[in-house]
């Protein structure tokens, strides 16, 4: 009889996790401020058997944060790094090098958006001149109620719609003096490779790979219906460039050092960027991150970028000190 075939979904989580555990065994990097990600040598692929069989009641959360308290696993906020340890282990157990307790829960299928619950928001209108309405109030998005609410106006009034997250990010709600809602915007992990960025800034892969997350992409940036003030997206943009990195700072423990977003062409014209200073430096190529093709198949979009840094380049080619 023919061997059954697995289906294409799993071949290709199945890619994805055997990639990942071959990127954790080529090397262990030393970051900043001492965060480092262990390798899966031999004999810590024995001490997880270990833990595992020594501890039948724990479930993959508790076994993740117990080996990261172990190796010292964290990030440079100082919290542990069990999120990724997680990502190790899956990787070792689809290999066939250990076997994991069963998940607790089943997450969204790779890739799903998030399911947004949507409100009923203020979009009164707020017109007239900019100085009438500075100065501006900025809020970090923080806690259930409010990011539910950055979502939904996210979900309902953004052509691109919100998805979720994945890795560090930053969220603003923008006020006006008086507190009236204004915009939001959303910052996120930065694409993991864009060959007019990567050229801009003379990376190689490898040190793309290292300082990627010294860079972070606006990737939502929405005036709320009914708000038409001239000059108020530069001014905002202008505004969280003075402060982001403090603030990532403050969430994750180090700063970034340059901002990029992606401007749909025939759809905008990235007046306020370039209004606020930022650079354009290419198109991109229309395949998206996960083609496998060399046709373009999503729309074309401006790049820009804003450096944080005078010597961005240097922090961002040489984020290893």
């Given at each position: 009889?023919?061997?059954?075939?697995?289906?294409y979904?799993?071949?290709?989580?199945?890619?994805?996790?055997?990639?990942?555990?071959?990127?954790?065994?080529?090397?262990?990097?030393t970051?900043?401020?001492?965060?480092?990600?262990?390798?899966m040598?031999?004999?810590?692929?024995?001490?997880?058997?270990n833990l595992i069989?020594?501890?039948?009641?724990?479930?993959?959360?508790?076994?993740?944060?117990?080996?990261c308290?172990?190796w010292?696993?964290?990030?440079?906020?100082?919290?542990?790094?069990?999120?990724?340890?997680?990502?190790?282990l899956?990787?070792?157990d689809?290999?066939?090098?250990?076997?994991?307790?069963?998940?607790?829960?089943?997450?969204?299928?790779k890739?799903?958006?998030?399911?947004?619950?949507?409100?009923?928001?203020?979009?009164?209108?707020?017109?007239?001149?900019?100085?009438?309405?500075?100065?501006?109030?900025?809020?970090?998005?923080?806690?259930?109620?409010?990011?539910?609410?950055?979502?939904?106006?996210?979900?309902?009034?953004?052509?691109l719609?919100y998805?979720?997250n994945?890795?560090?990010?930053?969220?603003?709600?923008?006020?006006?003096?008086?507190?009236?809602?204004?915009?939001?915007?959303?910052f996120?992990?930065?694409?993991?490779?864009?060959?007019?960025?990567?050229?801009?800034?003379?990376?190689?892969?490898?040190?793309r790979?290292?300082?990627?997350?010294?860079?972070?992409?606006?990737?939502?940036?929405?005036?709320?219906p009914?708000?038409?003030?001239?000059?108020?997206?530069s001014?905002?943009?202008?505004?969280?460039?003075?402060?982001?990195?403090?603030d990532?700072?403050e969430?994750?423990?180090?700063?970034?050092?340059?901002?990029?977003?992606?401007?749909?062409?025939?759809?905008?014209?990235?007046?306020?960027?370039?209004?606020?200073?930022?650079?354009?430096?290419?198109?991109?190529?229309?395949?998206?991150?996960?083609?496998?093709?060399?046709?373009?198949e999503?729309?074309?979009?401006?790049?820009?970028?804003?450096?944080l840094?005078?010597?961005?380049?240097d922090k961002?080619?040489?984020?290893?000190?």
């Amino acid at each position: 009889m023919r061997k059954k075939s697995r289906s294409y979904g799993s071949f290709f989580v199945g890619r994805y996790l055997e990639k990942k555990l071959d990127s954790i065994n080529l090397v262990c990097y030393t970051l900043v401020m001492g965060s480092i990600r262990p390798a899966m040598t031999p004999e810590r692929i024995e001490q997880i058997k270990n833990l595992i069989k020594e501890n039948p009641d724990w479930h993959r959360t508790k076994l993740s944060q117990e080996l990261c308290k172990i190796w010292d696993w964290k990030g440079e906020n100082g919290q542990i790094k069990d999120v990724s340890c997680r990502d190790v282990l899956r990787a070792l157990d689809y290999a066939g090098k250990i076997k994991l307790p069963k998940k607790l829960r089943y997450g969204r299928s790779k890739g799903g958006a998030d399911q947004v619950a949507l409100m009923r928001h203020d979009i009164t209108p707020v017109e007239g001149r900019l100085s009438e309405l500075t100065p501006l109030v900025i809020e970090v998005v923080t806690g259930k109620d409010k990011l539910m609410e950055f979502k939904s106006y996210i979900a309902q009034y953004h052509y691109l719609g919100y998805d979720r997250n994945i890795g560090e990010n930053l969220k603003y709600f923008i006020y006006d003096r008086v507190r009236r809602p204004l915009c939001c915007l959303m910052f996120g992990s930065a694409s993991w490779s864009c060959a007019a960025r990567d050229t801009y800034i003379d990376w190689n892969s490898v040190q793309r790979k290292l300082a990627l997350k010294y860079t972070t992409n606006n990737s939502r940036f929405l005036i709320y219906p009914g708000v038409h003030v001239s000059h108020l997206a530069s001014h905002v943009l202008s505004l969280i460039c003075r402060r982001i990195s403090s603030d990532w700072i403050e969430k994750y423990g180090h700063p970034v050092y340059m901002l990029e977003t992606y401007v749909e062409c025939g759809r905008f014209r990235g007046t306020c960027y370039k209004a606020a200073n930022w650079r354009y430096v290419g198109q991109t190529s229309g395949r998206g991150r996960n083609s496998k093709t060399s046709v373009g198949e999503l729309p074309i979009k401006d790049i820009y970028v804003y450096p944080l840094h005078k010597r961005f380049r240097d922090k961002l080619k040489e984020p290893i000190i």
